[in-house]
């Protein structure tokens, strides 16, 4: 079952500019993760924001959260070409708050 | 800090053969997770350890996918027989705590042919 799903799936943007990808969710959560995956790598974790928290910082990420709106973004500034990879955003599923659930990610690609 | 360990890398093989995984958590880690990540889509859970025991395996297709967590360290996930859409990376992944932060090994690309 899907809980979360991020938007766009795709984006393409210019080294130095910004990318913002968002992720949506269904039922209420105690927390939202955010995870990077390089092209045939393991995922590597970004940023866990709290229910509680509204906005999260760590280097050039930027993690904000709106549980009224059941979504949050990440934001990544002056991009790098080594910031290519895909982002998957990752949930509970519903009351299952041992059962974390990944979107299908949004693919990002920063032409130098 | 050591990250999870997986192996094989790689594997290639014929439908109908079997096929095992292993995995070596970080130490210190009680939860273990085994995703599929077919390719173009997000990690999907097969089954989830708590030390030795299973929290969840509601998706794991158990007429021919198992697993197991002997003394609640290293992990194997086992398909037999394969099927051609058993095609995927398998992801082994451990956490302190459930469900917060997940290091993740670099995962067994499985080729079904």
């Known amino acids: 079952s899907q809980q979360g799903e991020e938007d766009p799936q795709a984006l393409s943007i210019q080294e130095g500019e910004n990318a913002t990808m968002n992720c949506s969710y269904k039922?209420?959560?105690?927390?939202l993760q955010w995870y990077r995956q390089n092209s045939g790598r393991g995922l590597v974790h970004l940023i866990l924001i709290r229910s509680n928290e509204r906005e999260k910082h760590s280097g050039r990420l930027r993690v904000t959260l709106d549980t009224s709106k059941k979504s949050s973004s990440l934001l990544i500034t002056a991009s790098r070409a080594a910031d290519t990879a895909s982002y998957f955003c990752a949930t509970e599923e519903g009351d299952s708050s041992y059962k974390l659930i990944f979107g299908s990610g949004t693919r990002l690609l920063v032409r130098p | 800090e050591a990250g999870v360990a997986q192996s094989p890398r790689y594997k290639i093989i014929e439908k109908r053969q079997s096929v095992a995984f292993w995995c070596n958590p970080i130490s210190g880690h009680a939860t273990l997770y085994w995703y599929q990540q077919i390719l173009g889509q997000g990690p999907k859970l097969l089954i989830q350890f708590q030390n030795n025991g299973v929290v969840d395996d509601s998706q794991l297709p158990k007429d021919r996918f198992s697993a197991e967590r002997l003394k609640g360290v290293d992990s194997t996930l086992k398909i037999q027989p394969a099927k051609l859409e058993d095609s995927a990376v398998y992801l082994c992944?451990?956490?302190?705590?459930?469900?917060?932060?997940?290091?993740f090994g670099s995962g067994t690309q499985l080729s079904v042919l």
């Open positions: 992944a451990s956490s302190f705590r459930t469900n917060e932060k997940l290091f």
């Open positions: 039922t209420s959560i105690n927390n």
